[in-house]
């Protein structure tokens, strides 16, 4: 089943259970737009790792507004954006640790030849293969440690 049959098959269920899945209800309605919205400007249907993409950006979204509203002192956002958080995270795959995004840096740099090991194309490699499991931030951080360590 893909993601976004499961989050089709989750909405009927927000909506059937009325009060109790009105959060759910709101934050799936919220990813099945912006999916819909990449879909009319691509012309196209997405693939899976397109929609792990969005998703993950919208989880992305929602962590530095929980950053901020914490700075604030916003304890009803806060809850709130925990919640959703939590929503989003069940169609999103398991996040891979620092120590696996460092092994496939490491495995990728190893397929490049050694003119093409900079942070650029280390990167741009590396980054379709983490797609929604793991933050830009930690793997920019492991390329940039492995950089250092190989010159």
Avoid: C
């Avoid at 962590?63 to 304890?75: G, I, P, T, V, W």
């Avoid at 620092?98 to 590396?126: F, H």
């Amino acid at each position: 089943m893909t993601i976004q049959e499961t989050l089709q098959r989750d909405m009927k269920e927000a909506m059937k259970a009325k009060e109790d899945g009105k959060l759910a209800l709101s934050v799936i309605r919220m990813a099945r737009a912006a999916i819909k919205n990449a879909e009319i400007d691509s012309s196209e249907p997405l693939a899976e790792e397109d929609v792990i993409g969005i998703l993950a950006k919208e989880m992305k979204l929602r962590k530095d507004s929980l950053a901020e509203f914490e700075k604030s002192d916003r304890h009803d956002l806060i809850t709130q954006t925990k919640a959703e958080i939590e929503v989003l995270s069940r169609y999103l795959p398991q996040p891979v640790s620092a120590e696996e995004v460092g092994n496939i840096v490491v495995e990728t740099a190893s397929q490049l030849a050694p003119e093409e090991r900079n942070i650029g194309t280390l990167m741009k490699a590396v980054m379709p293969r983490l797609k929604g499991r793991a933050d830009g931030k930690v793997v920019n951080q492991a390329v940039r440690e492995w950089l250092a360590s190989n010159k």
